[in-house]
């Protein structure tokens, strides 16, 4: 079945640090690809989402390309901040004639130090 | 305006006890998810609803898991004889469609003693 696969964490970095976070996906179909954000003490949030190959989400300052050849939808910053810190979840959709349910990655922790 | 809302936000229970988990979805959203997320893993698809009708329940783990969605608004997840296993958070969302953006609540921690 359907499964995506992230970096395992927690990924620790000094503030303004290049963020990559790794995540790879196994898929019958042409899914959405999404990453969703949870703050500590918050509810799971999408952060950015691309619904074809070569589509490139970006959202506050986050951007992942959709690359169907590779089969990944890595997570990029170029420089983060101490809020960044938060659990990062990539995630996929069943495509059109399904249900839409997400499949989740295992979640990768991001901890920003000053 | 107000986001997907679920209570309790907390539960405690003495395995073999009932429990019933409810989620409140963005007004005017069709579509209804519920998902179950261990400690330190992602959110697992449980059910799926398109207004009142349940069109995937391949995610609920036993027969002791059953969802409700009666009048397409308001959503309840029940667990009958809760199991130490059954210890996690309950997340709820929902979308104007199934291919759209999902919007999820704050979650139900549920920890089965």
């Known amino acids: 079945g359907d499964s995506v696969t992230q970096m395992e964490g927690p990924v620790t970095l000094s503030e303004e640090a290049f963020l990559t976070i790794n995540c790879t996906y196994t898929?019958?179909?042409?899914?959405?690809l999404f990453w969703y954000v949870q703050y500590p003490g918050e509810g799971l949030q999408l952060l950015l989402k691309?619904?074809?190959?070569?589509d490139k989400g970006s959202n506050k300052g986050f951007e992942a390309t959709y690359r169907k050849e590779t089969t990944s939808f890595h997570l990029e910053k170029g420089s983060v901040q101490v809020s960044d810190s938060a659990v990062y979840f990539c995630?996929?959709?069943?495509?059109?004639?399904?249900?839409?349910?997400?499949?989740f990655g295992q979640g990768t922790t991001l901890q920003v130090k000053p | 305006g107000a986001g997907v809302s679920q209570s309790p936000r907390y539960k405690v229970a003495k395995r073999g006890q009932d429990v019933a988990l409810r989620c409140d979805p963005i007004s005017g959203h069709v579509s209804l998810f519920w998902y179950q997320q261990a400690l330190g893993q992602g959110p697992e698809f449980l059910t799926y609803f398109q207004n009142e009708a349940q069109l995937d329940k391949s995610g609920l783990p036993s027969d002791r898991f059953f969802a409700e969605r009666p009048e397409g608004s308001v959503s309840t997840l029940k667990i009958q004889r809760t199991q130490q296993e059954d210890s996690a958070v309950y997340l709820c969302?929902?979308?104007?469609?199934?291919?759209?953006?999902?919007?999820f609540g704050p979650g139900t921690r549920l920890l089965v003693l």
């Open positions: 898929a019958t179909g042409y899914p959405s």
């Open positions: 691309a619904t074809k190959a070569d």
């Open positions: 969302a929902s979308s104007l469609g199934s291919m759209e953006t999902q919007y």
């Open positions: 995630a996929l959709s069943d495509g059109p004639g399904n249900t839409g349910k997400l499949i």
